[in-house]
Every structure is written in structure tokens, then in C-alpha cells.
Nanobody, 125 residues
């Protein structure tokens, strides 16, 4: 069974940085897509960023372009979301997701099979 565990969330002041990590286990697909999503109270889940292992194509939500960076370390079975210049509106629970397959990422609209439990990010002004 695939398990994803997020970490790295917390409380940070506006303008600060956090790096979220998502440790994966039980994942044996040769090709896969990784996604980071977030959901703030009272709002719908939002795709933040996705990346394909096959060609490295990425997607970023307009609101995070230039501030967030998605990456993965295959040797460590870990995916990351580097968040810089954080704003209060970035406050949300952040979820990592993964699915097997060969994708060209143009959005995060693909179906992800496996999800983590989320990590809280709170940005204070």
C-alpha cells in the first residue's frame, strides 16, 4: 500500500519561507506524477503545483508562480514544495498526492490515486 506523509508545515511570518516534504513508501511505479494541493477553511481544494517524472513538465497556480518550487528526490522517495515569500493568503492545509503514469503536465486536473493527510501552513501578517 502506498503511503504519503507530509511534514514541514508550521507557523511563519509573511515574507518567510517553508519547505514541505512528502515521504512516500510502497510506491513502485516507474513513471509518476506528483501534486501539491491546498485547502483553506471555507474554500475549495486548490491545485498548487504538479510535476511529471517522465519529462519534468510542471504546473504552478498563478498565485504561486515565482514563489513556490516543486521538486522530488527519487533516491529519498521524497517530494518537496519550497515556499518563499509567503503571504497570509497562503494559509491552508497542504496535501501531497501521487499517481502512476506517464504524463505531460499542463495542469493538475489528472486523477491522483494516493494522498497524504496534510500539513498545516499558517502565515501571519
Amino acid at each position: 500500500e502506498v503511503q504519503l506523509v507530509e511534514s514541514g508545515g508550521g507557523l511563519v511570518q509573511a515574507g518567510g519561507s517553508l519547505r514541505l516534504s512528502c515521504a512516500a513508501s510502497g510506491f513502485t511505479f516507474d513513471d509518476y506524477a506528483i501534486g501539491w494541493f491546498r485547502q483553506a477553511p471555507g474554500k475549495e481544494r486548490e491545485a498548487v503545483s504538479c510535476i511529471s517524472s517522465s519529462d519534468g513538465s510542471t504546473y504552478y497556480a498563478d498565485s504561486v508562480i515565482g514563489r513556490f518550487t516543486i521538486s522530488s528526490d527519487n533516491a529519498k522517495n521524497t517530494m518537496y514544495l519550497q515556499m518563499d515569500s509567503l503571504k497570509p493568503e497562503d494559509t491552508a492545509v497542504y496535501y501531497c498526492a501521487v499517481t502512476g503514469g506517464d504524463y505531460v503536465i499542463v495542469a493538475c486536473s489528472i486523477d491522483f490515486d494516493y494522498w497524504g493527510q496534510g500539513t498545516q501552513v499558517t502565515v501571519s501578517s
